[in-house]
C-alpha cells in the first residue's frame, strides 16, 4: 500500500482511538467505584442503546472481515456463518434474554448459583467464561494484525506483533479505567461507524453492477475460479463426510454458542427491566439481520470485483477482503478516492476489533473477579474489592490473549470465533438451560455440564486439523491430530448436557423446591430482580 493509504488510515485510528480514551476518561471521572456501575454501567442503559451496544458487542471481526472473507472464498458455504450468526439471536431472544436479566446481577454464575451451593458453581462457571472469552479475544487480535499487515503492504510479523499488543494495551485501558459505561458507548459508537461504513459499501457495489444482483453473482462465480459450484452448497463443506459432519458441527456451534456467551449475557445486566432486555433483543436483530444481509453482497462483491486469486494472495483465509473491496471501488490503489475509502473501511475494522475487544474482556475480568475471586476468598469479598481485583485480571486476561493472538495469526477469524462458540454452546448453555427449566437440577449437575462440555471441547481443538497435522495448523511440523473434524460441537455439546444429567441423577444432593420456585417465578415475572 502507498503511503497516502498509511497516513490516512493511521490518522482515522489515531481519531477513533483519541474520541475513545476520551469517552473513557469523561466516564472514569463521573463513576462512583461501586460493582454494579463497573459491571453493568448503572443500568440506566435504553433497550435502543442496548441494542446498539449488543450489536457492537456481537458484530466482531469475525462478522466484518470473517464472515465475509469466508462469502469471498467460498461462496455459498461462507454465506453459512452468517446464517448461523443471526438464527442464534432467536434462541437468545426466546430462551436467554429475559430470563437472565431477571435472575442474574452481573454474571452468568449468577443465575445458576441462585439455586445451588455457590463455591463450587461459581468457580465452574467462572472458569467456562474466561476460556471462551479468550478464544473470542484471540480471533479480534488476528483480524487486527491481518488489517496491518495489508495497511503496511503485508510487510513483516513485527507490524503485526506491535499492533497485537497495542490492542491488548487499549482494551485494558477501556476496561480498567471506564468498566461497563465507557465500554458501551464505545460499543454504540462503533456500531454506528461499522453500519454506516457497511450502507456505504453495499451501495457502491450494487451501483458498480446497476443493481443486478444476478450479473453480480454471475461475476463472482467466474471469477472465483470454481464456476458454478460457487453458488452451490458443498465448496467448503460437500466433500467427504468429515466434511459434512463438520459442516452440523459448526451449525450447531453457531445458533446455540451466542446464548452461552458471557459478554453478551452481561449486556442485558444494563438495562433497568426484563421488559428492556427483550427490547434490546430485538432491536439487536434488527440492526444485526441487516448487516448480514449486506455482508452477502459484500462478499460476493470481493469476488466479483477484486478476484479470487488477488484476495488470497493478500491473505490466504480471506481477512482482507473488505478493504481490498474499498480500494478497488474507491478507484483503485493510486487514486484519491481508493485511499479515501480503504483507510475509512481499515478504520471502522479496527474500531471493530477494539470496540469488541473491550466488552469481551470486561466480561472476562468480572467473571475473575466476581467468580473465581469470590469464591476462593475464605473471607467475604467487598465489592470495592472485586473492582480491583477485576482491573488487573483485565491486564493478565489481555496478556494471554496478545499471546495467543500472535500464535494464531495466520486462520480465519470467523473461524476461530466459531470455536469459541463451541466451547460456550457445550459448558455454559446446559448449564444455564437446565438451572432455569430443570426442577432436580442439583450442584453437582451444574458441575459437571460445564466441565463435561468444556474439557471435552478443548481437548478436541488441541487434537483436530486446527493445530497439528495440516498446512493451515497452528503448527504445521508436527502431527497429533486424532480428531478429524475443525469443529468439536456436534461431541462436545451433546456431552455437556449429558454430563448435567448424569451429575444429576447420580448426586445424594436433594433439590430444593422452595429455591427451584422462586428462581422460576423471579424469571417470569422479574419479581426480585435486581
Known sequence: MTGHHQLLALVLFSVFVAVTLGITTWVSRRRHGSAEEFYAGGRLFTPLENGFAISGDYLSAASFLGVTGLIALYGYDGLLYGVG?????????????????????????????????ERPVRIATGASSVTVSVMYLVAQMVGAGSLVALLLGGSGGAA????????GALMVIYVSLGGMRATTWIQIVKAVLMLVGTIVMTVLVLVRFHGDINQLLLTAAERSGHGASFLAPGLKYGGDWTARMDFISLGLALVLGTAGLPHIL???????????????TVWSIGLIGSFYLMTIVLGFGATAVVGADALRRSNAAGNTAIPLLALDLGGGASSTGGTVLFAVVAAVAFATILAVVAGITLASSASVAHDLYASLRRTPSTPRGEVAVARVAAAAIGIVAIALGLLARDLNVAFLVGLAFAVAASANLPTLLYSLFWRNFTTRGAVWAVYGGLIPAVILVLLSPVVSGSPGSLFPGVDFQYFPLQNPGIVSIPLGFLSGWLGTVTSDEVPDEAKFAETEVRSLTGAGAV
Not at 89 to 116: H, I, K, P, Q, S
Not at 160 to 167: E, H, K, L, R, S
Not at 266 to 280: E, K
Open 85 to 117: 450468526f443471526l438464527v442464534a439471536w432467536l434462541v437468545v431472544l426466546f430462551l436467554a434474554a429475559e430470563l437472565v436479566r431477571n435472575c442474574g446481577r452481573f454474571t452468568l454464575a449468577d443465575v445458576v448459583a441462585a439455586r445451588m451451593s
Open 266 to 280: 452481561s449486556r442485558f445486566y444494563t438495562v433497568p427491566t426484563a421488559r428492556a432486555a427483550r427490547r434490546s
Open 160 to 167: 503485526q506483533a506491535w499492533t497485537v499488543i497495542g490492542v
